[in-house]
Antibody, heavy 121, light 112 residues
Framework: QVQLQESGPGLVKPSETLSLTCIVS????????WSWIRQPPGRGLEWIGY???????NYNPSLKSRVTISVDTSKNQFSLKLSSVTAADTAVYYC???????????????WGQGTLVTVSS | DIVMTQSPLSLPVTPGEPASISCRSS???????????LDWYLQKPGQSPQLLIY???NRASGVPDRFSGSGSGTDFTLRISRVEADDVGVYYC?????????FGQGTKLEIK
């Protein structure tokens, strides 16, 4: 059974960089679209982006200038960095395993439990 | 970005009764291969979202056949034939045609 577990600081100061890691267990980190999705308190879901095989990345244009998603196959984990954060970046951040193909169709079959990151001084 | 609009946003249902959630996209989600790139997710209280329906009408593994998805182009429907207490949560549609992938606002299903 594939499991994903997020880890990282729960509190980040404005203008600093949010950094989260997702450890993948029960399966290989190869061949999938390792994704981050967030959910502001009481609100809906926002797709942040994904990395595929460490070489292909796709980010939400609304965050593209601030976000980096990378994968470490030796540790079976991937990470999210979001720079210059503001209060608007306060959210539950989910790591997830995505699938896609040459058509671009995408779905998520495994999610982490989510971690709340609050941006506040 | 493709805008996804769901209705209703709140849906009280009596157990055993049917329920229906609508989702509309700002542009067609029909791909050239005939597939419709629309997924449905359910987020149960205190849990992460889970995949219910993929490609508009295909149930994900383990999803009861009480759940069905339909639609074409820009209008989609998720139906539950007989609502059970375990179905409570927020249902999201998501367009999977182009990045950025976008979700509807969510429909909160509650038991009367």
């Amino acid at each position: 059974q594939v499991q994903l577990q997020e880890s990282g600081p729960g509190l980040v100061k404005p203008s600093e960089t949010l950094s989260l890691t997702c450890i993948v267990s029960g399966g290989s980190i190869s061949s999938y679209y390792w994704s981050w999705i967030r959910q502001p308190p009481g609100r809906g879901l926002e797709w942040i982006g994904y990395v595929f095989y460490s070489v292909f990345r796709n980010y939400n244009p609304s965050l593209k200038s601030r976000v980096t998603i990378s994968v470490d196959t030796s540790k079976n984990q991937f990470s999210l960095k979001l720079s210059s954060v503001t209060a608007a970046d306060t959210a539950v951040y989910y790591c997830a395993r995505g699938h896609s193909d040459t058509s671009g169709y995408y779905f998520v079959d495994y999610w982490g439990q989510g971690t709340l990151v609050t941006v506040s001084s | 970005d493709i805008v996804m609009t769901q209705s209703p946003l709140s849906l009280p249902v009596t157990p055993g009764e049917p329920a229906s959630i609508s989702c509309r996209s700002s542009q067609s989600l029909l791909y050239s291969n005939g597939n419709i790139f629309l997924d449905w997710y359910l987020q149960k209280p205190g849990q992460s979202p889970q995949l219910l329906i993929y490609l508009a009408s295909n149930r994900a593994s383990g999803v009861p056949d009480r759940f069905s998805g339909s639609g074409s182009g820009t209008d989609f429907t998720l139906r539950i034939s007989r609502v059970e207490a375990d179905d409570v949560g927020v249902y999201y549609c998501m367009q999977a045609l182009q990045t950025p992938y976008t979700f509807g606002q969510g429909t909160k299903l509650e038991i009367k």
